[in-house]
Nanobody, 121 residues
Framework: VQLVESGGGSVQPGGSLRLSCAAS????????MSWARQVPGKGLEWVSG???????YYADTVKGRFTISRDNAKNTVYLQMNSLKPEDTARYYC????????????????WGQGTQVTVSS
């Protein structure tokens, strides 16, 4: 299994970024996928998830600003991040999630190396 995130960078408050996660080594189209983030010294925070059927879920902190999507033909999951805030600064990880066990963000099978997002003026 391989998950490779890209698209991070530095942006000013109010700006936008689109993260991508290229997946391989498993049946992507049948897998629930999530984005999570982490800042140094804190735990992993679940951000958003998408089921194999395309249904989407968001943490309250990003609802209305972030959009998760997937392209099963490309084995890729995306996170469009708009209206970014300094508190969105974190390392963002793509993960294979198991929401059917105890809900989104409670059980990950695999995750990638992450991509850094910095929101600062």
């Amino acid at each position: 299994v391989q998950l490779v995130e890209s698209g991070g960078g530095s942006v000013q408050p109010g700006g936008s970024l689109r993260l991508s996660c290229a997946a391989s080594g498993f049946t992507f189209s049948r897998s629930a996928m999530s984005w999570a983030r982490q800042v140094p010294g804190k735990g992993l925070e679940w951000v958003s998830g998408i089921h194999s059927d395309g249904s989407t879920y968001y943490a309250d902190t990003v609802k209305g600003r972030f959009t998760i999507s997937r392209d099963n033909a490309k084995n890729t999951v995306y996170l469009q991040m708009n209206s970014l805030k300094p508190e969105d600064t974190a390392r963002y990880y793509c993960a294979i999630d198991r929401p059917e066990l105890r809900g989104w963000g409670t059980q990950y099978d695999y995750w990638g190396q992450g991509t850094q997002v910095t929101v600062s003026s």
